[in-house]
């Protein structure tokens, strides 16, 4: 994100693609959540720093407690942030994702929190719905969406993968 110009041009090239949402692979830079403000597009914030296959140890909860206070009092004022993002691709000791999940909570209560995971269905159930997160996405467990929607008309329901792999900040 090299200067509010670029940025506005990247938020309308999106909207152009048909996007009304994108998601950050890292904090979100200031000028991305500006542009994305005026734009009105959505942003999925992603924490970036934190991987799934990190232990929960009581350095890590020490960090992740300050590293998301910080980052969502920065950024929780902005009305593009629709759901924050606790971990990227997550394949293992997911005590550490769910302490993630459970600060971002603590810090932004009104936002849902998710976690993007592009192979296997181990944040969700065996009958696809999701362990521990806010929304359902599709491309995790696809058969089970209709049971999904029947039983949880209030989780929201987004796909990702297809377009995060061209729209990832």
């Known amino acids: 994100w090299r200067d509010k110009n670029w940025a506005a041009a990247q938020m309308r090239f999106f909207r152009t693609l048909g996007y009304n949402m994108i998601r950050s692979f890292e904090k979100p830079n200031y000028l991305m959540l500006e542009a994305a403000d005026e734009a009105g597009m959505f942003i999925k914030a992603q924490d970036g720093w934190h991987h799934g296959n990190t232990p929960l140890t009581p350095v890590f909860k020490k960090n992740t407690a ?81 049971r999904f929607e029947i039983a949880n008309p209030h989780y929201p329901i987004t796909c990702g993968l297809p377009g995060y792999s061209m729209l990832t900040a």
């Open 66 to 146: 300050r590293f998301v206070q910080e980052w969502v009092a920065r950024d929780r004022n902005h009305p593009s942030i629709i759901c924050w993002d606790a971990a990227n691709e997550p394949d293992g000791h997911y005590e550490s994702v769910q302490y993630v999940m459970d600060e971002i909570r603590k810090n932004d209560p009104t936002r849902p929190v998710d976690v993007d995971r592009s192979y296997g269905v181990t944040i969700y159930d065996w009958s696809g719905m999701p362990k521990k997160t806010d929304n359902y996405n599709p491309q995790h467990q696809t058969n089970a969406l209709d």
